[in-house]
């Protein structure tokens, strides 16, 4: 009987359990249930009652309970845009999404995708799409390059609002690539590809002349420390030398050494010698040539006194006779002038009466001139035979009268030569010119 009635005891408590997990239902961290049907109803009045995190009795065939999964959804985002410049651009993006934990969230979230989870995916990267190339149409490639946080922000901020329509919230929304078929990306950055590589060269080679500096200044002191230790090399060896020689040389050194003190011994003798010598060349010879040289150069100083006493004497008496004869012929000319002055007036008057007298007597005056200087006529006359070595004369000494008189009255020029030695203008010489030009042109 006890067996029977603990039999139907863990009978009854069997079905119950059974029947309890099949009207309790237990919502999962990462899900909500969705409750609907007969008191079926949220604290706002939903219309249905949301459970997340506990459980709930549910009643079969009065009430019916779906699950909505929290977990974060991934949705790749690959859009063609065209942003303000015209250039086309492929963008590629992730945004992470999920329902909302708040009630609200999840109450949205199950009246539009309840049923429909599979869908989502594809709706939300239709939004995400359609705000991402409306951004980029107003934005410029190098907006959306430098400033893709910006991008990002905008797009969440855009998209917010439908987003909590929908329950969803955004956990992460990434920009990943921007491509564009046109290269303008890639030109963009070529530039600035180019200096980095440039400055990447030049800090290459610099890099390169800096290790090759360190590596030549390693050698140098590589080479000095090797050429510092074959100099001390050297120098050690040079005092060995220096100490094997002086050990080889130790005993002609001390036979030196003593020859040596000889000879100081012996020079120390004779400059004492020397020194004799000299004291006694000082009292024999120097001071009495001393003495006899300074009585000759004072009798050679006394003589020298006197001959300049006398000598200056003598020019005195010089310059009292230079200045004498100067004034005597000072006086000479003086006289002098004055005859030649008074000469000059007399021969000035005499000529003068001679000119009235030729003015007078013309022919009278010239035959007593004539007479007064007919020894000089004659003389000219025969100076022009003076040339002559031989001269062959016919008729004897007619012959030479006539050839005398025919030079003395050859046309006029015998007159001429008359007046001319009257007139004191001609003399002899000037006159034997003149008769031997007559000759010649005879």
Request: proline residues 2%.
């Amino acid at each position: 009987m006890d067996l029977v009635l603990a039999g139907v005891i863990a009978a009854i408590a069997v079905v119950v359990i059974v029947a309890f997990k099949l009207i309790w239902r237990v919502a999962e961290p990462n899900e909500a249930i969705i409750i609907s049907g007969l008191g079926a109803r949220g604290r706002d009045t939903l219309g249905f009652k949301i459970v997340t995190g506990k459980g709930a009795l549910v009643l079969p065939g009065f009430q019916s309970a779906r699950r909505i999964s929290l977990d974060s959804r991934v949705s790749e985002l690959e859009v063609r845009c065209v942003t303000r410049q015209g250039i086309p651009v492929h963008v590629r993006g992730v945004v992470i999404y999920k329902v909302g934990d708040d009630l609200v969230s999840i109450a949205n979230a199950a009246r539009r995708f309840l049923g429909q989870q599979k869908t989502v995916d594809d709706k939300i990267h239709q939004l995400f799409s359609g705000h991402l190339r409306s951004i980029v149409g107003n934005l410029t490639v190098e907006d959306l390059i430098i400033n893709r946080d910006a991008l990002t922000n905008e797009i969440r901020t855009t998209s917010a609002d439908e987003m909590i329509k929908l329950g969803m919230i955004v956990d992460s929304l990434q920009i990943q690539e921007i491509e564009d078929a046109t290269g303008y990306i890639a030109n963009l950055g070529r530039p600035h590809a180019a200096a980095v590589a440039s400055a990447a060269r030049t800090a290459e080679a610099q890099r390169d002349q800096e290790a090759t500096g360190a590596e030549q200044e390693a050698e140098i002191k590589k080479a000095a420390a090797v050429r510092q230790a074959r100099i001390q090399q050297a120098g050690y060896q040079a005092e060995m030398d220096r100490a094997a020689a002086k050990a080889g040389q130790a005993g002609p050194l001390a036979e030196a050494a003593a020859r040596q003190e000889v000879v100081v011994q012996q020079t120390s003798a004779a400059e004492l010698e020397a020194q004799l010598a000299e004291k006694r060349l000082e009292g024999e010879v120097r001071k009495p040539a001393d003495a006899r040289a300074y009585e000759k150069v004072t009798l050679a100083d006394a003589d020298r006194r006197a001959s300049v006493a006398e000598s200056q004497a003598e020019a005195e008496g010089i310059r009292l006779r230079g200045e004498a004869e100067a004034e005597a012929t000072r006086l000479r000319g003086m006289a002098e002038a004055d005859a030649a002055r008074a000469l000059g007036l007399a021969e000035a008057d005499a000529i003068k009466a001679r000119a009235d007298a030729l003015a007078q007597n013309q022919e009278a005056v010239v035959a007593q001139q004539l007479a007064e200087k007919w020894p000089e006529i004659v003389e000219a006359g025969a100076k022009a035979f003076s040339n002559v070595d031989h001269m062959i004369v016919l008729n004897g000494a007619q012959g030479i009268e006539e050839t005398l008189a025919k030079v003395l009255t050859l046309g006029g020029t015998g007159l001429s030569v008359a007046r001319s030695l009257l007139n004191g203008s001609v003399n002899g010489a000037d006159a034997e010119a003149i008769i031997k030009s007559t000759e010649s042109r005879e």
